[in-house]
């Protein structure tokens, strides 16, 4: 992944949620950030519709469970009606099936509410870019769900290969990729720089033939071959 750009203007945000305590406390978070700005706000997901056409959104924030239309729901419209906005659902992830149908109804990402708010902001920014955006929690889920209904399917020996041909150096980065971790929290576990894990990270998108983070780890899922989350990694600072 190439290094990126700070945008010319701050990334116009809405967020959706039925809970005016996360509205208040997580938007108030958010505008502080100097490359965001809030924009709208929802507390379901009729209004968010509403908003998307009101303003001009880049990306939503999107919770999963909202009165009068769900997440999903909301997701589907907006993404139809509005396909220039990155939709990322928030979620506390208890309903582990919206995370594969939500990627199937144009969503860019899935983050869970208690991620440290640097790495928040970072996957809004990566999200803006074009990438699909997984938090570490909900790749772990989208690996435990996949693996509990379907074993790893002959469809996917060719990606399996290109890893199982990686150099040597590269598989540590690949395993933590597999757990969305970013660059920057790389580089603090394997003790080296964000260049060289960019670098790695580039080479092994390439080398087995995905397009970003996303599609990489749900290949991986998909091919039985994700990494479970080790307890002895750094874990996110508190915002």
Not at 10 to 31: E, F, K, Q, W
Not at 146 to 153: F, G, V
Request: aromatic share 4%; net charge neutral; no cysteine.
């Amino acid at each position: 992944m190439q290094s990126r750009q700070p945008p010319t203007r701050p990334i116009r945000l809405l967020l959706a949620d039925d809970d005016p305590l996360v509205i208040r406390h997580l938007g108030s978070i958010l505008n502080k950030q100097e490359e965001l700005e809030l924009v709208a706000t929802a507390g379901n997901g009729a209004q968010a519709i509403a908003q998307a056409s009101l303003h001009t959104i880049d990306v939503a924030l999107i919770d999963v469970d909202m009165p009068v239309l769900d997440g999903l729901q909301t997701a589907k419209a907006l993404a139809s009606t509005h396909p220039h906005i990155a939709i990322v659902m928030l979620t506390a992830f208890e309903h582990k099936q919206s995370l594969a149908a939500a990627l199937q109804r144009g969503v860019r990402g899935f983050l869970t509410k208690d991620i440290a708010t640097k790495d928040m902001v970072e996957q809004i920014k990566l999200a803006f870019d074009g990438y699909t955006v997984l938090g570490p929690k909900p790749t772990q889920i989208l690996t435990s769900t996949y693996l509990a209904t379907q074993h790893a399917s002959t469809d996917f020996a060719g990606f399996v290969d290109a890893v199982n041909h990686l150099p040597s150096r590269f598989l540590p980065v690949f395993e933590a990729m597999t757990r969305g971790l970013t660059n920057k929290r790389i580089a603090q576990e394997l003790g080296l720089s964000e260049a060289t894990v960019r670098t790695y990270a580039s080479h092994i998108l390439q080398l087995t033939n995905t397009h970003n983070r996303g599609e990489l780890a749900f290949t991986a899922a998909k091919a039985g071959m994700m990494h479970p989350a080790r307890t002895d990694a750094p874990q996110p600072l508190s915002a």
